[in-house]
């Protein structure tokens, strides 16, 4: 069984991440219930013809896989795997709504042959003219790690050299404003909703300061009670005890589900330092991806933003870290990472 | 008839999305496909959608597409003679 190395990551998200990496966070407003993210120009990525027919997911997709690949200096990946959870919510809307609107007589053709969960995967290869696999997951909260672990997997068993893994997802006009409306206001997601895309190259062959994506575990469900065995158990199955985990990277989002991460802390001793990163991107099904870039990034780069780090002030050099989410209590995902 | 040209150009420009066109951008007798605004199929079926939608006419024969899609001053010589609404 091979390695898995990340060659690249890039994040597209409410910050400045895609032009300046972590410098510039900074605290989301909680005013409005709903953050877009920061939008680089996308016309230096896609060409004019193509653009105009973009809802925000794909225009952030296709973007921040273009550059996750130049990053790497992959022209061609051998595989493309997707995770979404909503797909491309903000079509899907407006060719819904058309057909309200037009007592549906009239389905316009662009926003319905787009809407799919499929077409941010399908641009890509599109633009790239590549055949190769391409398949997208969508698992609710587990949609970027079922994605990653597709990845994972065809790294590790040598059926791809690199594969292009991402995740994304929009926060289009409407629906997200129900989703907002039956969020329970006292014990619910405090973070806005929002919205964002975050891609990476995966490799077998070992490069200069090259991460290594160690393990995924993912559960649909998990009570609080086997939090602690079901850490000890991953913490086993890969050799690391809890004492070597330099980083826990944890997903609170404000909701009474929260207390599932300050279970999942207790398992580590006070050397591991805490970073938590929703205050600053939002909610949204595929946050955990920016979880992910976050973990690349601070093994790379060595560098804690105050910003996401709680608690006492960490070792260096950061080696091994986790990434730890879950979504109102379901989804559970465990990402383990090594430099 | 010049009111209907500059309706079309609006239209055309809010419905596919030509963010790097203005109406003044768009002469009467430009090319809507190929070399003139690059229009391809897919903008062709939102096109016959809109004069369904708008106009009331509708469109079976694609081999009539390609000659009403000319330009907007062909296009808008169309509507005027077949429109029902």
New interface residues.
């Given amino acids: 069984m091979k390695p898995c190395y990340i060659y690249s990551a890039v994040s597209i998200s409410a910050q400045h991440t895609f032009d300046s990496g972590l410098g510039l966070l900074e605290p989301l407003a909680l005013q409005p219930n709903k953050v877009n993210a920061h939008h680089p120009l996308y016309k230096s990525y896609i060409p004019p013809a193509a653009l105009r027919r973009m809802a925000t997911g794909v225009k952030m997709g296709v973007t921040a896989g273009k550059k996750a690949l130049e990053n790497a200096n992959i022209i061609q990946p051998d595989a493309i795997v997707i995770g979404t959870g909503m797909g491309c919510i903000e079509d899907t809307e407006t060719f819904l709504n058309a057909i309200i609107k037009n007592d549906e007589a009239y389905l316009t053709p662009t926003a319905f042959i787009q809407s799919t969960h499929n077409t941010v995967g399908a641009q890509i290869a599109l633009g790239l003219q590549c055949k190769a696999y391409n398949n997208t997951y969508v698992h609710g909260a587990l949609s970027f790690e079922s994605a990653l672990l597709d990845g994972l997997l065809q790294v590790e068993d040598d059926s791809a050299s690199t594969v292009l893994v991402g995740g994304l997802d929009e926060l289009g006009k409407e629906f997200i404003d129900y989703i907002d409306l039956i969020e329970d206001k006292n014990e619910g997601i405090t973070v806005p909703f929002s919205e964002g895309a975050s891609f990476f190259v995966l490799g077998a062959i070992k490069q200069q300061h090259a991460v290594q994506l160690k393990a995924i575990k993912t559960f649909s469900a998990l009570t609080l009670e086997n939090v602690r065995s079901v850490f000890m158990a991953f913490l086993k199955e890969n050799a690391c005890p809890p004492e070597t985990i330099d980083a826990l990277i944890l997903g609170h989002n404000g909701s009474k589900y929260d207390h599932y991460y300050t279970e999942a802390a207790s398992c580590f001793p006070k050397t591991t330092v805490q970073l938590k990163y929703k205050q600053c991107i939002g909610e949204y099904f595929t946050a955990s991806a920016f979880g992910l870039y976050l973990g690349v990034t601070l093994l790379k780069n060595q560098d804690l933003p105050s910003l996401l780090t709680c608690g006492d002030t960490p070792k260096k050099p950061l080696k091994i870290s986790i990434i730890y989410n879950q979504y109102n209590g379901r989804d559970h995902s465990l990402i383990l990472l090594s430099l | 008839m010049s009111n209907l040209k500059q309706e079309l150009k609006e239209n055309i420009i809010e419905?596919?999305?030509?963010?790097?066109f203005s109406v003044e951008d768009i002469n009467d007798n430009d090319a809507l496909f190929g070399d003139g605004l690059?229009l391809?199929s897919?903008d062709a079926?939102?096109l016959m959608?809109m004069l369904?939608?708008d106009y009331g006419i509708k469109l079976t024969d694609p081999k009539e597409g390609k000659e009403i899609f000319q330009s907007i001053a062909v296009l808008a010589e169309y509507i005027e003679k077949n429109r029902t609404k």
């Fill in positions: 419905l596919l999305n030509l963010e790097e690059g391809d897919i079926l939102e959608v369904d939608k």
